[in-house]
């Protein structure tokens, strides 16, 4: 059997028809760079991001993150504070407004930045705060919010892999001051193409980031702030609108399959599942387990035909990039162990149960094997 790690074309299978009439529809109406269609779906996005006023729709998910930092405020000298095992996009973004990203350390079972280590970091610098919603689930927000109320600085959600997800019954995208998604093909919400949205209540934000995404350009000719070209394409918001229909079923289908995955490998000696919290409605954009021998699994699911990945074997402090922040090995102990171990399993709402189950009867062989071979058996 043949379980790839994504599967962009069976979803496609689904929608293909919609799809044609939708983008169709953009060519006739030539609509092409930001317009009527990226309008839309921003109404639609906002909505959905549990009633948010505006949603900004953005080439990617790293202008959202970038543009809603700058919009904010961020710039040279400052300091913005963020989770070390994050996709780099986050710190790209921190970077690219000259601030410095200041990494907090995370919760070892959820996997998003450790409130309870959140204060020690903030200084007379930190211009914002940045939680990552990893893999799906939301990061403890209450106390992150409660932290930036307290020193106000200004908490904006990286969301980028947690469209519909909820915390404590409200939809991240809506508990900070801005939320920022990728619409990347991969994501739980995926473009046909780059696309990211920034969300927020806050009309200032959202004039800003549209100002910001378009030259700055405040009316015809009139550029009032120094801006850049980081507008959505009418096409990619056509098929988005097409998508956001969907993505509660979706969503709800990778959930099920979690489930699946979590009944199969429950007991399994050697291996970590991943933890909903009970503040959180996880949407599974992963689904990582921990292992001690990763490249070894990963090389036995292969060569049985199951495609795993690695989300993110090395945290940001320690890549060549941010050499220059000169954060050693073990500064963020539970970042790094944990990018030392996980693995990524396959997980899309078009996996059958079959291919669930044929991944969990790999995965107990292996740890059967790895144990047999430890006991000496
Ligand atoms: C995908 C992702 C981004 C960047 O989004 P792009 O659309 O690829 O630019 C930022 N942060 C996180 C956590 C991501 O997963």
């Known amino acids: 059997m043949n379980v790839p790690f994504l599967d962009l074309r069976a979803q496609y299978d689904l929608i293909r028809d919609e799809i044609a009439r939708a983008v169709q529809s953009v060519m006739e109406n030539t609509a092409f760079a930001g317009g009527p269609f990226v309008e839309k779906f921003e109404e639609e996005f906002a909505a959905y991001c549990g009633g948010c006023r505006y949603a900004v729709g953005v080439g990617s998910g790293t202008e959202a993150l970038w543009l809603a930092l700058l919009a904010i405020g961020v710039g040279p000298g400052d300091e913005v504070i963020t989770a070390p095992n994050s996709f780099i996009a986050t710190a790209e973004a921190i970077s690219y407004c000259g601030a410095k990203p200041v990494f907090v350390d995370i919760d070892e079972k959820t996997y998003t930045m450790d ?105 015809k000719h009139n550029h009032t702030m120094v801006g850049w070209n980081a507008r959505m394409d009418g096409i990619q918001a056509a098929v988005l609108s097409v998508k956001l229909k969907r993505i509660d079923e979706w969503n709800s289908v990778r959930r099920q399959k979690a489930e699946k995955y979590r009944q199969g490998l429950s007991g399994v000696e050697g291996i970590m599942l991943p933890t909903a919290a009970d503040y959180a409605e996880h949407v599974y954009h992963i689904y990582a387990i921990r292992v001690g021998n990763r490249d070894d699994l990963i ?67 292996w740890c059967g094997q790895a144990s047999a071979v430890m006991s000496g058996t």
Not at 139 to 149: C, F, H, N, S, Y
Not at 347 to 363: F, G, M
């Open 115 to 219: 409130p309870r280590l959140l204060e020690a970091a903030i200084s007379e610098r930190t211009k914002a705060i940045v939680p990552v919603h990893l893999f799906g689930q939301s990061a403890d927000m209450d106390p992150i919010v409660a932290l930036g109320r307290k020193y106000g600085i200004p908490i904006i959600e990286d969301a980028a892999q947690a469209h519909g997800a909820k915390y404590k019954g409200r939809r991240v995208g809506s508990l900070g001051v801005a939320g920022c998604f990728s619409f990347y093909p991969g994501k739980n919400l995926g473009a046909y193409g780059e696309a990211g949205a920034v969300t927020t209540n806050d009309g200032s934000i959202a004039e800003a980031v549209r100002l910001l995404r378009d030259h700055g350009q405040a009316s």
């Open 299 to 365: 090389r036995y699911l292969a060569e049985r035909g199951i495609q795993c990945a690695v989300h993110y074997p090395v945290p940001i402090h320690l890549q060549p990039a941010y050499e220059s922040l000169q954060l050693a090995q073990n500064e963020f102990p539970i970042a790094e162990k944990c990018a030392a171990e996980y693995v990524s399993l396959p997980l899309y709402a078009e996996l059958t149960d079959d291919e669930v189950a044929y991944v969990c009867r790999n995965i107990k062989e």
